[in-house]
């Protein structure tokens, strides 16, 4: 933080210990949490707190008293992402600012307009949007937009990852995110493996960086741009902070020079994310999850040189005695080697530094044994002789300071006053004790009061205008300034302490006033989600009481429906894809167009438009999808009210969670998956264009996904399928199916009569006996016991026993 405050920036965000998205970091402790708040203030800088996980019920009062600390220490701002959590800071302290988190999701204008009537002043939207997108976003909705501009990027679509919780019982939507998209995978094409070479960190995206974009993104009316800087060092902190500093304040020479700093101090390889738009070729290397900075060239041959073992290699990039260099390794980074430079040799000179362009030979100490890496291999640059305390050093030598407009004004023979109004919009007014002096002849002149005014020495403040309303040959002694001036940057701190109000609210009586009692359940069964053809038709024969189509490219769901209702299907229903983009909205339309029975709910932007009308008045049922994320009854109602009949729980609770939650009223308006192989990533990077072809994005890839099917193949030998959605989009599913047959029971007591079953690749026979059984469960024919062992699946719901289970 206090690098950040140094390097420019205009606002920090961190977490306390809970309720933060980034559970592994030290985070802040909400009792030192004013101090922490006036020193930002101070320094004219706004900090906003991160409670953007997902809460459960028996968490709501610590929830309550976070949010009243932050609002006693004058926070500017919470990041929210749980619906609940936005309606209790609403309903306990209604004057501080909510910033809707990007893991809220916000991929549309109908989702980051739902997210502003919900009482979110400003939505970091998804880090998948181009800037063609955010420009449709910006120009359809009235929310201030936040945009990632650099950092770590999540492969997944934030608050759409299930992967840690279903592999290893750690929720992303918790905080704990275990990071299995840096692990390596084999690809499994049409049941073989695929040989990718060196390739094995298939989910590893490169690093966001978007400094040439900022003038593009100011221009398209964003309103603020976001570090990821959390996890690391204080030097990258300051020296990407110091490189986005000059980028928006206009300064391009500056921010070229910063650039390589703030590369060097972390980077997996860097670009512009998909603010660009999609390139499935460019996103993932591949080849390493791990920092790597600036390729330094490519080993040209290993040379005995003087006795050593040297590599020969043509720069790209200047070096240094002293610099770190990567060699890079085999697949999975098997064999890397690395250390700190020793020696240059150029045309057989030892050279301290040679220019980009040089053939150099270049030795690593007596611990690095070069002499067999092969001609060919990449070499990165990736530290500099002492970058870290010459970016520290700058900072705190040539810290950004806030800039003061000052106005001294006084009469004769009164006090003077000084007034000051800072950029960021921080003011003060003391009144001096000394009055104006007439002194003919000796009047005090602007350079005087300029320089006896302008030295703000340790404080935060620079003088930027000085503004002199005193009488002609008026004299104001020098002491008398010297002791307004410190009076007025103490004033400064002194205004920079603020707090928001709060109520008497509790979180016990929001949950009190939770009352979704008048809304009749709608129609029970055993509901089966099917995505292909085969699977509708056998779900139906089998007994399920109705059918959802999820067709992940839509291809034959028209001609699904027509087979299903000629079978006399009472029930069928359609999914939309979970990730709704500007324009896509015409896909909605179309499968409102084949007048379905059930609609499926799996974005903010489609919630808020409502329930639609066909033709003759008729109206489908409306099911919100696990992709809202509800965990508690605050949010459960919030959703509800938004013309739902029916929500299903979050997979981030667990059975014992989910067997609090139903009976508290909201059972009759639950759909409960009771078997499902876990959606592990859901994410724009389409593996199939990436890996199959040499296209940028759908329009030259070729369509493999039409053409082969796809597997991870992770580290205990799962084949995890990979499919691929109408918007290209890819969900890994977990390659084994979870079931929360032991919850039914519960449930149904509850009043829970709707329950779901999801396929990915089964085929007939596989749907029937997955029918069978769970009819004969919900219908008390057959235990979960036996349910269990006739279908081979593990038990539970949400967090399981997973393949990749990390502890911790």
Known sequence: MHAAILAGADAVYFGLQAFNARARATNFDAAGLAAVMLKLHAHGVKGYVTLNTLVFEHELPALEETI???????????????LGT?????AVAPSMHIHASTQMTCTDAGSVQFASELGASRVVVARELSLDEIEKIR????AELEVFVHGALCVSYSGQCLTSEAIGGRSANRGACAQACRLPYDLIVDGAVKDLGDKAHLLSPQDLEA???????????????KIEGRLKSPDYVAAVTQLYRAAVDGTPEAAQKLRRDALLTYSRGSGPGFLSGVNHQALVDGETCEHRGLVLGHVLGVADFKGRAMLR?????????????????????????????WEL?????????VAAGSTVLMWLGPQVDLRRVPSGRRVFLNGLNGLEARVMTGVERNPHREALDLTIRGALDAPFTLEARSARGLAALVTSDTAVQHAPGRSVDEAVLRDKLGRLGDTPYVLRTLTVELPADAMVPVSALNRARRALSDALTQNASRSHATTAVTAQDLLQSVDVSGRPPPPGGLFVLCRTLEQALAAHEAGANGVYLDFLALTGVSKAVEALRRLGARCVGVAPPRIRKPGEEKIDRFLHSLEPDVVLVRGLGALREGRPVFDGGKQPLRVGDFSLNITNRIAAQEVLRHDLDAFTPSFDLNGEQL????PTGLGPHAELVVHHPMPLFHMEHCLFAALLSSGRDFR?????CEQHTMSLRDRVGLDNPVEADIGCRNTVFHAKAQSAASLVGPAQRAGTQRFRVELVRENAADVTRLVRSYRALLDGTQSPAQVFKALNTEGGYGVVRGSLRVLG
């Open 211 to 225: 400094s040439a974009l900022v003038p593009r993104l100011a221009q398209l009316g964003v309103s603020s741009l």
């Open 68 to 82: 009243r600390a932050c609002a006693a220490a004058g926070v500017d701002a919470v990041i929210v992402q749980d």
């Open 659 to 662: 067997g609090a939650l139903l």
């Open 86 to 90: 936005v309606k209790l800071c609403q």
């Open 700 to 704: 030259d890839c070729g369509r493999p």
């Open 313 to 341: 290699l043509k720069t790209l990039e200047p070096l240094s005695r002293g610099d770190g260099v990567m060699v890079a390794g085999t697949r999975g980074s098997q064999g890397e080697l690395g250390g700190r430079v």
């Open 345 to 353: 040799f150029v045309d057989g000179v030892n050279e301290p530094t």
């Open 139 to 142: 120009a359809a909705s009235s």
